[in-house]
């Protein structure tokens, strides 16, 4: 056994010692790169602090050498601009007319008579009830009436017999107002019985549901073959379409605000609403401003404004559907409340007016292009025009370019502000 062992190892012995010899090889290998690696890249380095050495004096000195002077700026004049005055508000389209069709007698419902979502006409039929119990009615109503009619008839003769025997010894003033007693009382049951038809006959035409304005009609809520009473609920809903208010909160001090500008041009006739709708598409009517709550409202102190506007058919109406408008009931909207008249005020570009803490204000520069800061109060104003209402005269400069680099009592270098790109 122990010679098989050595027998064993004596034959193995090369491969190992081969296998040592390989890897002190190698790895005397890669310490050799790695020291001729480290070697490179000090040169590099070398290489790269004397190139850097040698850029930054040129660059100090370029950097030093530099000319001196006063800022460039760009500048424009206050001068007059015409301008619609615009105030913006959130608000929301509202019907005029809403109304709930609701039975008014109890029976089945019979048909459904219009479309559903489709615009009805005042006086439609929209649905019918089961009219046999009425019809019925009505006749025993009619027959009462023929009863009472002619019990009625026989009275006044009665009467008429025992007033003409009351002057001959066979009268008897009893028998006279006891005529008249039965007679009034038979007309009394006549009115009674055609009161009753009337009744009945109303009843019977309340079997024809109709639409009492011209709008849009929703879907029914009860369908044919089921009971309907006045304590069902609405069957439907009809909503007027055209024309359609639009209300919006107004602050008070705006509204003030607006009555004190247009007081002098005929007050809030003299503006005009128009409206975009809720994906920004401005509408294409123009509305006016019919009434104004005459109350603030405590939670948000604003006062409630309603204008009314057109709201047409879109394209050519066709029976049997769906009539498109572009107004629609409860949509929110962007209100405009303009000016018809445009206006005339001194203004300058939007992007020259600054503000801060102590308000808005302008650079302004002087005769010896001094930058002096100047606060100004703004008018109604818009995106792109600033409306001067006090701070500035006609003719001065302001700073529309450069404002960065404008400090208040330095020299600059004024010169015209470019025009806007596109």
């Known amino acids: 056994m122990r010679a098989f062992f050595v027998q064993t190892v004596m034959a193995r012995l090369p491969h190992l010692v081969m296998a040592r010899l390989v890897r002190a090889t190698c790895r005397r290998t890669f310490l050799d790169q790695v020291a001729r690696s480290s070697r490179a890249m000090t040169g590099v380095v070398g290489y790269a602090l004397a190139f850097g050495m040698l850029i930054i004096p040129l660059t100090s000195s370029a950097f030093a050498q530099a000319p001196g002077g006063p800022p460039a700026v760009g500048v424009v004049k206050v001068d007059q601009a015409t301008i619609t005055e615009t105030s913006e508000f959130v608000g929301r389209v509202q019907a005029m007319q809403r109304v709930a069709l609701t039975a008014r007698v109890t029976a089945f419902l019979d048909e459904r008579l219009f479309v559903e979502g489709a615009e009805v006409h005042a006086g439609d039929v929209l ?18 009436v023929a009863d009472a009619s002619a019990r009625l008839a026989n009275a006044t003769i009665q009467l008429d017999r025992a007033q003409k025997l009351l002057n001959t010894p066979a009268g008897q003033r009893s028998n006279v107002d006891d005529a008249i007693a039965a007679q009034r009382s038979q007309a009394a049951q006549l009115s009674g019985s055609q009161a009753a038809l009337r009744q009945s006959r109303i009843n019977l035409d309340y079997t024809e549901i109709r639409a009492p304005i011209d709008g849009q009609i929703s879907r029914t809520s009860i369908t044919p073959g089921n009971v309907v009473s006045p304590s069902t609920g609405p069957l439907a809903m009809i909503v007027s379409q055209d024309p359609m208010y639009v209300t919006f909160p107004v602050s008070v001090r705006l509204l003030t605000d607006l009555r004190t500008r247009y007081e002098g041009r005929g007050g809030l006739n003299a503006v005009q609403v128009k409206v975009k709708l809720p994906d920004g598409t401005p509408y294409d009517q123009v509305g006016k401003i019919d009434y104004i709550d005459p109350s603030v409202s405590p939670g948000t102190d604003t006062i409630l404004v309603r204008a009314v506007i057109a709201n047409p058919v879109v394209g050519t109406a066709q029976p049997g559907r769906r009539i498109e408008r572009k107004l629609i009931d409860g949509a929110f909207v962007t209100v405009s409340v303009e000016g018809i008249e445009p206006v005339t005020a001194l203004a300058v570009p939007r992007a020259a007016v600054m503000s801060d803490q102590s308000g808005n204000y302008v650079f302004v520069v002087g005769a010896d ?20 209402a006090g701070g500035l005269k006609q003719g001065e400069t302001v ?21 806007k790109p596109g």
């Open 399 to 419: 700073i529309l370019e450069g404002l960065q680099r404008a400090r208040p009592g330095i020299q600059v270098n004024p010169g015209p502000a470019g025009p």
């Open 369 to 388: 292009n001094k930058v002096e800061r100047r606060p100004v109060q703004l008018g109604q104003s818009t995106p792109a025009l600033a409306i001067i």
């Open 127 to 144: 649905y019918r009830l089961e009219r046999p119990p009425f019809e019925a009615d009505v006749a025993n109503k009619e027959a009462a």
